[in-house]
C-alpha cells in the first residue's frame, strides 16, 4: 500500500494535526509516523516507529529506511507556558531535535516541511506577511525562529509553514486545544477569565491538513502562512464556541486584560497572519471560525 504512493513521514503523530494528517492523507499519500512516548491508537501500527528527536543515529537509521519523499516536522515542545517554564527543554526538542532531524537530511532529496508559529513574531504589525522579519517575545517562538534558520541555513528543500492557534478533535491523552479545552469548561459552573486584549486569527486543523496536502502536491518551497479568516481574541474565541456547540447556560464568561495572569508567558498582541500566499498559491481561501467550529461540530457527530 504505502509502495504505491508518494511516503511521507510525520513527526509527532500522535498530536492534533498528526491525527487529522492520519486520517485524511492516507487516500493520497503513504503516510508513516513516529511518536516519542504514547503510542497512537490509530490502525496500521506497522507505519508507526518510536523515534526520540534527539537521537541522532536513530533517526538516521529510519529515513535510509522509508526514503521518504516528504518529511512534515510535527514533534515539538508546543506549550508556550511549559517552554518559558523548561527553556533548556524547549531548546533540546525544538532545535536540538529539528537540527539532529535536518542534519539526516543533507545530501538527500527530501522535501522538509517544518511547522513554526506565529509566535516568531512581536504582535507590533499585523497582519504578518512571509517576509516580516521575526521578533519572539517568549521562549517557544525563540527555539521555533532558531529551527527556521536552521532548516534555511542547511537545506534547499524545505517548506517553513507558520500558523496560528490550530483547534479540531485531538486524540485522546495528548494536549488539548481552544476548543477541546473550554467544551467541558463551559458545561460547569465556574466563572470563566478569559483574555480580550490578545488577537489571532485561528484555524481548524482539517483546513491545515487541507493545506499540507497542497503544499506537497503544488511542490512548494518556502515560507507560507497558514491561518483562517476571523481575526478573535480568547474571549471572542470562546463565545463563538458557546453560539456554534449550542452551549445552553453557560457558566459566567469575563472578559480580562492579560495581565490578569500574570505568571504566564510574555505573547505577541496582534498575532494575526495574512493569507494572501495561501490564497494564490495553494488556491486555498481561509475558512471563517464559524465555519470551523460548525464543521468540527459536525465531525463529532458523524
Not at 456554534?244 to 492579560?258: M, Q, R
Amino acid at each position: 500500500m504505502v509502495k504505491n504512493k508518494i511516503k511521507v513521514l510525520v513527526t509527532g503523530i500522535n498530536s492534533l494535526v498528526g491525527c487529522y494528517l492520519w486520517n485524511i492523507l492516507q487516500k493520497d499519500f503513504g503516510l508513516i509516523g513516529t511518536y516519542h512516548t504514547s503510542k497512537p491508537l490509530f490502525t496500521g501500527s506497522d507505519r508507526i516507529y518510536r523515534l526520540d528527536i534527539n537521537n541522532k543515529q536513530d533517526i538516521k537509521r529510519l529515513i535510509q529506511k522509508i526514503q521518504p519523499h516528504t518529511v512534515i516536522h510535527l514533534a515539538s515542545l508546543s506549550s508556550i507556558d511549559d517552554c518559558e517554564k523548561n527553556p533548556d527543554l524547549a531548546e533540546k526538542i525544538n532545535v536540538y531535535g529539528t537540527r539532529n532531524l535536518v542534519n539526516a537530511l543533507v545530501g538527500k532529496k527530501v522535501h522538509l516541511i517544518f511547522f513554526s508559529s506565529n509566535a516568531v513574531f512581536a504582535g507590533t504589525h499585523p497582519p504578518y506577511t512571509e517576509s516580516a522579519f521575526p521578533h519572539p517575545l517568549n521562549v517557544y517562538g525563540q527555539t521555533k525562529f532558531q529551527a527556521e534558520k536552521l532548516i534555511q541555513n542547511t537545506l534547499t528543500n524545505w517548506t517553513i509553514v507558520r500558523s496560528t492557534t490550530i483547534y479540531g478533535w485531538n486524540p485522546p491523552g495528548t494536549r488539548v486545544n481552544d476548543v477541546t479545552y473550554y467544551l467541558p469548561r463551559l458545561q460547569n459552573a465556574e466563572t470563566l477569565y478569559l483574555v480580550n486584549d490578545h488577537y489571532f486569527n485561528p484555524i481548524y486543523a482539517l483546513e491545515v491538513t487541507k493545506a499540507v496536502s497542497n503544499i506537497i502536491q503544488s511542490d512548494f518551497r518556502g515560507f507560507i502562512h497558514i491561518a483562517g479568516k476571523t481575526q478573535v481574541t480568547r474571549y471572542t474565541f470562546v463565545q463563538k464556541i458557546i453560539e456554534e456547540f449550542h452551549i445552553n447556560n453557560p457558566p459566567p464568561v469575563v472578559a480580562v486584560k492579560s495581565n490578569f495572569f500574570p505568571k504566564t508567558a510574555p505573547r505577541p498582541k496582534m498575532a494575526r497572519l495574512d493569507t494572501i500566499k495561501m490564497q494564490h498559491v495553494l488556491k486555498q481561501a481561509p475558512l471563517s471560525l464559524e465555519s470551523g467550529l460548525s464543521l468540527m461540530r459536525a465531525e463529532k457527530d458523524i
